[in-house]
C-alpha cells in the first residue's frame, strides 16, 4: 500500500500517458541464445537481502544521495520498483538504470518517477518525474542481457534540476572485471524497498551463460540484495558507475550480474542529452 500511496502522490493523472523510448548508440542486433531468464520488474518478490548487503544509514548524505529508487507501472502487471543513479551529462537530469526496468518484453512502462535517497517514506529531495526513456537498442529489439542499461531523463521538481539537487555520478567504461564495487540499491521482497542498502564487492569474471550473446558477456559480483535492487549502480573508484544490476540467478542468491560497460554502452552515455 505504501508504494502506491507514494505513486499517487508523485505523478499526476496526465503522466499516464506514453513516455517517449528514444534509442541510442549500437546496432540492433538480436541476441544469437536466450540462456538467460533476465527477471522482469517484479513488485515486490524475488529474494530477501541477507548478510553481504548493508543498510546504508544516511541515505541522504552527500555520498549516497545520488541514488535513489524507481518508481513505475507496467500496463500488464501494475507498479513495481527498481533503483537508480544520477549521472552528470549536459541536461543535469539523467539517471541511469537497468533497461529492464523501463521497457520489458516490448512493452514500455508509464508514470516513472525518481526519488533520491528515499528512505522508509522520506523523500528529502522530493520526486523527479520521468519525461523521457533512453535504451540502447540491443536491448530494445532483443532484450540482450549484455545490454540491458536504460538512462531516464526527469523533469526538475520544486527544487531545481536533479543533478543540481543531489549532485551527479561520473560514469567509466573498458575497466577490469575484476575492479573493486560499491553496489546500491532499493532490495525488495522481505525490505519491500523501504531501504537503501549496499555491497562492498569486486567482479568475478565472467557470466559463461551470456558467451552466446552478441556483446561482451556480462559480470558477476558478491552481493545478495533482492529483486527491486535492479538498476542500482555499480561504482568503482567511489565516484564512477561502471555497471548496473541486472539479474541474479535463484540458485545464487548471492551473486548479481551488470552488462559489462564496454565500449558501445561507453558510447551510449557519452550520447546522452
Request: some cysteine; overall charge neutral.
Amino acid at each position: 500500500m505504501l508504494l502506491a500511496a507514494v505513486l499517487a502522490l508523485a505523478l499526476p493523472a496526465a503522466s499516464a500517458s506514453a513516455i517517449p523510448v528514444i534509442e541510442v548508440g549500437g546496432s540492433a542486433s538480436r541476441r544469437a541464445a536466450a540462456p538467460v531468464a533476465v527477471p522482469g520488474r517484479a513488485p515486490l518478490g524475488g529474494r530477501t537481502a541477507s548478510a553481504s548487503s548493508l543498510r546504508v544509514l544516511d541515505a541522504s548524505d552527500a555520498a549516497t544521495r545520488t541514488n535513489g529508487k524507481i518508481l513505475g507501472v507496467d500496463p500488464k502487471e501494475g507498479t513495481y520498483t527498481c533503483s537508480g543513479t544520477a549521472i552528470n551529462t549536459p541536461s543535469r537530469s539523467m539517471v541511469l538504470t537497468a533497461g529492464h526496468c523501463v521497457v520489458l518484453e516490448g512493452i514500455a512502462a508509464t508514470r516513472i518517477a525518481f526519488v533520491p535517497a528515499y528512505d522508509h517514506g522520506d523523500r528529502p529531495f522530493g520526486i523527479f518525474n520521468v519525461t523521457a526513456v533512453y535504451v540502447m537498442p540491443q536491448w530494445r529489439h532483443g532484450e540482450n542481457p549484455d545490454f540491458d542499461v536504460a538512462a531516464l531523463k526527469v523533469a526538475p521538481n520544486h527544487l531545481g534540476d536533479l543533478t543540481d539537487v543531489v549532485g551527479a555520478r561520473g560514469f567509466a567504461s573498458s575497466r577490469a572485471r575484476s575492479a573493486d564495487f560499491d553496489i546500491y540499491g532499493y532490495p525488495a521482497a522481505a525490505l519491500r524497498g523501504e531501504e537503501m542498502r549496499s555491497c562492498r564487492a569486486h567482479g568475478l569474471g565472467s557470466d559463461p551463460l551470456t558467451f552466446a550473446f552478441l556483446g561482451p558477456p556480462t559480470i558477476p559480483s558478491a552481493c545478495d540484495m533482492a529483486a527491486g535492487s535492479s538498476g542500482g549502480g555499480w561504482l568503482v573508484d567511489g565516484t564512477y558507475v561502471d555497471g548496473v544490476t541486472s539479474y541474479g540467478y535463484a540458485n545464487r542468491p548471492d551473486l548479481l550480474y551488470s552488462p559489462y560497460f564496454g565500449p558501445a554502452i561507453g558510447v551510449f552515455l557519452k550520447d546522452l542529452p
